[in-house]
């Protein structure tokens, strides 16, 4: 293993400027991440012939990040995904974030962690970025401490690890926004095959927030087929559905989805000891900046799986608690593995 950086200290960099780190492997795979939102900008594996290429959207000049609001590859905190009109109670106590998605919040508004210099420190095949958002900062109770830390090993897995902690009780629920897209080149996700180890969803309403119901996994499931023929079984319309994963204690870490490219061969795995994962097809997904392959990326260039808590879960009683106490240690575990079929 190796580690390469763009700065003159290669142990520790402050928050001055967009940075990548590159680890390396034995078997010619390798990962960037950036210390501008712990962003995860580019996935190297080869394919069943061992050819290398890319298999997640980022880009390759810093400076696109800062007008991105796709959040490539970021790390998404306080809270990942919506907020019923960015309010929620706790402990009797209103709290108003600030809201960016019409009149709810999402991903944490415009002070979220993607937006976000991190410092970081390398150790061994690690880079570990950390992170002190005050209290009150987007609304949130609580001067929260983050820890990110991503892995890569000789098996071509990623191990991403959060913790958190907190001086007051607040709420927490961290994410990865990786684009897939296994073919290794610019192109729709359509004949990639995505199976979702759920039996359940949450049902969602128009604003993509849940109703407080959940349903089996009937329709808009995947057990194996073309992300095309889910999606024009559901009128032509992209996914963003929330799968309930079986857990038997909530340290367990499960296998939550399967995404794998015929073609090229290539299959991603993701584990999880999130509650669920997020499926987003990436229907609205468009940037200005260019991406690994020279061109802005466009609706379907990619796919999200995102471990995390329940959309809205201080505001849905069927959730798990998403609260954290002072002095607890919040815990998360995201593993992407790739490999040949």
Do not use: W
Not at 68 to 75: H, Q, S
Not at 226 to 240: D, F
């Amino acid at each position: 293993m190796n580690i390469t950086n763009t700065t003159e200290d290669p142990l520790i960099t402050k928050k001055t400027e967009v940075k990548f780190i590159t680890i390396n492997n034995r078997h010619g795979g390798s990962i960037s991440l950036s210390n501008y939102g712990a962003t995860l900008v580019s996935v190297v594996v080869p394919d069943r012939e061992g050819r290398l290429s890319d298999v997640v959207l980022g880009f390759s000049k810093p400076e696109d990040y800062f007008k991105d609001n796709n959040y490539l590859g970021a790390t998404i905190g306080r809270f990942a995904n919506r907020i019923a009109n960015g309010k929620f109670e706790l402990d009797g106590k209103t709290f108003q974030l600030q809201t960016n998605n019409g009149k709810h919040a999402n991903h944490s508004g415009v002070n979220g962690f993607s937006n976000k210099f991190f410092d970081y420190q390398t150790a061994g095949n690690k880079v570990i970025f950390s992170l002190y958002s005050e209290e009150g900062e987007g609304g949130f109770p609580g001067d929260l401490h983050c820890m990110v830390t991503y892995e890569l090993n000789d098996k071509n897995e990623i191990l991403i690890n959060y913790q958190a902690y907190s001086n007051q009780k607040t709420i927490v629920s961290l994410t990865n926004h990786a684009y897939f897209n296994l073919s290794g080149k610019q192109s729709d996700i359509f004949d990639h095959c995505l199976y979702i180890h759920s039996e359940k969803m949450l049902e969602m309403d128009q604003d993509y927030l849940p109703t407080g119901k959940i349903i089996h996994t009937m329709l808009n499931t995947f057990k194996g087929q073309q992300v095309a023929e889910v999606i024009t079984g559901n009128n032509n319309k992209g996914l963003n559905n929330y799968y309930l994963l079986e857990k038997q204690t909530p340290a367990e870490v499960v296998l939550a989805a399967e995404l794998s490219h015929l073609p090229s061969g290539r299959r991603l795995k993701v584990f999880t000891d999130s509650y669920g994962v997020l499926l987003y097809t990436g229907d609205f997904l468009e940037t200005t900046g260019l991406g690994h392959h020279g061109k802005p990326y466009t609706a379907y260039n990619g796919l999200c799986l995102e471990c995390q808590h329940y959309p809205d879960a201080p505001n849905q009683r069927i959730a798990p608690p998403v609260t954290l106490e002072k002095g607890a240690v919040y815990q998360q575990k995201i593993i992407y593995q790739f490999d040949t079929i």
